[in-house]
């Protein structure tokens, strides 16, 4: 079970509890009762973030390992049940929203098309 302090207990003790943080365990910190941070050390988190990736180059990965276009999948079977059928939605200026199924990209975009 994690040690837990109040931010302001934690703020009048913060060398003590981060030395608690450095060779212990996590320290809880809370505010009017409830969790909201945990302080931890640098070597505990240095572990708990080896190996992880951003999603950028979570993204290119997928790419890499699965090509999109051979997998055949359809938007709008995919999206049948979530996306607005109702005719396109005018807004500011000389600009019309389309929907997906108007749009012919190798990935799912919006599509902005200016009107004539």
């Known amino acids: 079970m994690l040690k837990s302090y109040s931010i302001a207990e934690a703020k009048n003790r913060l ?3 981060v030395h608690q943080a450095e060779h ?5 910190l809370t505010r009017r009762g409830k969790p909201v941070a945990v302080l931890l050390s640098q070597g505990e988190y240095e572990r708990l973030q080896k190996g992880k990736i951003n999603f950028w180059e979570a993204y290119l990965a997928f790419r890499e390992r699965y090509q999109l276009a051979e997998l055949d999948l359809d938007p709008d079977v995919i999206f049948a049940d979530i996306r607005d059928r109702s005719a396109p939605t005018e807004h500011a200026g000389d600009t019309k929203l389309l929907t997906l199924a108007n749009c012919v990209h190798t990935s799912a975009q919006l599509c902005l098309i200016k009107k004539v």
């Open 15 to 17: 060398p003590e509890i």
């Open 24 to 28: 212990e365990s996590p320290i809880q």
